[in-house]
């Protein structure tokens, strides 16, 4: 099983600026797409970001298009998330997932990973 593990969350004020990364503990693109998904007091499970292993071309919510950024090294096996203009509401506890690429887009909707990590927490404030 790919075992992930999230850094670089924190607290920050609205506008500014996080990058989340998710290290993983093998070679996962070939077999999976990854993504990030979300939970907040707020809006509750939120799928947020995903990107296949041999495209960089990232699919993201409505609520953050435009503001964030999924990318990935295939070289060091680390997803990132970069998250600009960043807004209360965007406070979350943030989980890294690989999703089997065949149902990629179905199982990042429905929150049915293979794998996710822990979480890491996100505080915007005012």
């Known amino acids: 099983q790919v075992q992930l593990q999230e850094s670089g969350g924190g607290s920050v004020q609205a506008g500014g600026s996080l990058n989340l990364s998710c290290t993983a503990s093998?070679?996962?693109?070939?077999?999976?797409?990854m993504g990030w998904f979300r939970q907040g007091p707020a809006k509750g499970y939120e799928a947020v970001a995903r990107i296949y292993g041999d495209s960089d071309t990232g699919y993201y919510a409505d609520s953050v298009q435009g503001r964030f950024i999924i990318s990935k090294d295939s070289a060091k096996n680390i997803l990132y998330l970069q998250m600009n203009s960043l807004k209360p509401e965007d406070t979350a506890t943030y989980y890294c997932a690989a999703y089997w690429r065949s149902s990629c887009f179905n199982s990042w909707k429905r929150f049915h990973y293979a794998s996710r990590g822990q979480g890491t927490q996100v505080t915007v404030s005012l």
């Open positions: 093998e070679y996962t693109y070939k077999d999976y797409c």
